[in-house]
C-alpha cells in the first residue's frame, strides 16, 4: 500500500545543522530520515530504509509520528520507567564523593553502617554491594593478605 510522504516543514539544510548538533542516536536516525526526504536523496520509504539500516515499517512509524506531531513528536522516544534505584539521588551523589575519598569504606558493611547513621536508609549489604559495583565500579579499601614466602 503506497502512502504519501507528509510535507516536511524544516529545510535540508536546518535538519543537517540539527543532525550534526544531536548527541542521542536514536533522535539523530530519525532527523536523518527527515533529511534524506527534504534533500530528496530518498524519495520513498524503502529507499529510507535501506539508506538507514532499518526497516522500512519503521520509517513509516517515523513518517505518521511526524505528520501527526511534527518534529516533537518524532523526536518523542519512549523510555520504560524501570525500577526506582535503591538510593534516592541525593544519597548517591554523597556515596559517590565518600567513595572517592582515600580512606574510602574498610567493607560494604561499613558502607551500610555508614548510610544507616548518616541517612537513616536501611538496605541489604548483599544488594548494596552488586549496586555499588554496577553503579560506580568502586570496591572498599581493604587491604589483602599477601602470601608469606613473598619476598
Request: charged share 30%; no cysteine.
Amino acid at each position: 500500500m503506497h502512502r504519501e510522504q507528509p510535507l516536511i516543514a524544516e529545510s535540508a539544510d536546518e535538519l543537517k545543522a540539527m543532525l550534526k548538533q544531536e548527541p542521542n542516536r536514536q533522535k539523530r536516525q530519525r532527523i536523518h530520515a527527515l533529511f534524506l526526504f527534504a534533500s530528496r536523496q530518498a524519495t520513498t520509504r524503502q529507499e529510507a530504509a535501506a539508506l538507514l539500516g532499518v526497516h522500512r515499517q519503521t520509517i513509516g512509524r517515523w513518517m505518521t509520528d511526524y505528520a501527526k506531531g511534527g518534529l516533537s513528536a518524532l523526536l518523542d522516544i519512549y523510555v520504560p520507567a524501570g525500577k526506582p534505584p535503591a538510593l534516592p539521588a541525593p544519597v548517591l551523589a554523597d556515596l559517590e564523593r565518600r567513595l572517592h575519598r582515600p580512606e574510602g569504606f574498610a567493607s560494604y558493611e561499613a558502607m551500610r553502617v555508614w548510610l544507616v547513621e548518616t541517612h537513616q536508609i536501611t538496605i541489604k549489604a548483599k544488594t548494596l554491594q552488586k549496586f555499588v559495583k554496577r553503579r560506580f565500579g568502586a570496591r572498599p579499601k581493604v587491604a589483602r593478605p599477601s602470601d608469606i614466602k613473598k619476598p
